[in-house]
Every structure is written in C-alpha cells, then in structure tokens.
C-alpha cells in the first residue's frame, strides 16, 4: 500500500477509530491500579504503564499471525481478564474507602497493568493489523496515536474515580464485559456462540451479562467480608484495650 495514498488514509482512519474505541478499556485498567498509589506515583505509573502496555502490544502486533494460530487464546485471556477485573476492586476497596497496603506499590500496579494490557491487546492487535491490510507503517503509526489516547484517558479517568469512586465498579463492569466479549469470540466455542457473522446473539449477551455480575457479586462479597472482619478487629481491639489493668472505666 503506498503511503499517503487514499487507501492509505483509509486505512489510517480505520486505526484511528480502533484505538478510540478500544483504548478505553486500557485506561480503565491503568487508572483503577494507579488509583491505589500515593499521589506522586500515580501519575509515573500512568505514563510508564502506557509505554509497558504499547511494548507489550508492538511485540504482540509483529506476532500477530502467530498469535492467530494459538488455539484458546481468546477464552484464557478473558477468563483472565475476568480475575484482574475482580482483584482491582476486591484488592484496593475494603467497604471503609482505605486501600490495602498491598496494592499500594509501584511494581504491583506495573504488573496489574502490563498482564491486563496483554490480555486486553488481543482485540486491538487483531484490529489493527487487519485495518493496516500489511502495511508496516500504518502498524507503528496506530500504536504511536494509541499513546496520547490512553495516557489522556487514563489521566481523566483516574481524576473521575477519585472524585467518584463508584466509578471503580462501571470500570470493573466494562472490564467484566471485555472479558465476556472475548470468551464468545473464542473461535473453539463457535459451535456453542457462533461466529461473528452469524452469532448466536442472545446466548453472547447472556454471557458478557453474567460476566458482570460474576465480577461485581463477587467483588462486592470481598469487600464486605473485609469490612465485616475490619470491625470485629475493632471491636476485639477495643475489648482487649477496656481489660487493660489501669484503665478508666
């Protein structure tokens, strides 16, 4: 495909619009693990997980037909997806609105990112490279626009979530979806979902939806079993201070 020619826009443009649409499930996943840092990581976390996640997507990108031929791929990484949808709220929300100590490294947050991200990528890799038709060029030139897009979602995001942290759980809901999406575009449970040109569509959605109730009920179920055990600590902390000899009664 020659540069610059109508084709060539053509197929930018069809970039463009993949990484628009599909980037956003990207900062999602980069806001909510830097949501849970001290406010002078979060922003290196933002910037530095963009560029572990587009290294992640460049190599997965140059393998791309490699990638076609793995059979389950799309199943294993929705089903991963599905946990890291979970952790990210079970991990940084104990019901009283203070984050776990473990969630609060620099490292962790790195790694939630880069592993979601891969399993993420799968799609927009796909995309991708179907829209750039080979062209090389048009490969880098969608992971350099993807950059801005998830740096300047994740930065938005994250700034909602921390104004509004109910968003933590539309975030783990649309995550949740990405992961159902994914298990039902497996091409070995075709016979069980169909294909993409001829799904069986009302089976696909009650899946993605009970991937979102999967993850928010049970994310819900740890956050409260959290809160529930922080007060009886309280409550046995306090006991143990009244029998203290000495103590004012």
Not at 128 to 141: I, M, Q
């Amino acid at each position: 495909m020659e540069m610059f020619s109508t084709p060539w826009w053509s197929a930018l443009l069809a970039i463009v619009l993949i990484d628009l649409v599909l980037a956003g499930d990207n900062a999602i996943v980069i806001a909510l693990a830097a949501r849970a840092l001290p406010a002078h990581l979060q922003k290196k976390a933002i910037i530095w997980g963009t560029v572990g996640a587009v290294i992640v997507r460049s190599l997965m990108t140059i393998g791309v037909v490699w990638l076609l031929r793995i059979p389950g791929l799309m199943l294993v990484g929705g089903t991963g997806l599905l946990w890291i949808a979970y952790k990210l709220i079970a991990s940084h929300d104990d019901g009283s609105g203070e984050h776990h100590e473990r969630a609060t490294t620099f490292w962790g947050a790195m790694k939630t990112i880069v592993v979601a991200d891969a399993l993420m990528g799968i799609d927009n890799v796909l995309g991708v490279a179907g829209a750039a038709h080979g062209a090389f060029d048009l490969v880098v030139f969608g992971l350099l626009i993807s950059i801005p897009i998830v740096v300047f979602g994740s930065t938005l995001v994250l700034k909602l979530v921390d104004r509004f942290p109910a968003i933590m759980y539309i975030g783990a809901a649309v995550l949740a979806y990405t992961a159902g999406k994914m298990i039902v575009d497996e091409p070995l449970l075709a016979g069980l979902f169909g294909t993409k040109e001829a799904p069986q569509t009302l089976l696909r959605w009650a899946v993605e939806i009970a991937a979102i109730v999967l993850v928010l009920g049970c994310a819900w179920l740890a956050v409260r079993r959290a809160r529930n055990a922080a007060r009886r600590q309280d409550a046995k902390a306090a006991r143990a201070a009244d029998q203290k000899p000495g103590h004012a009664t």
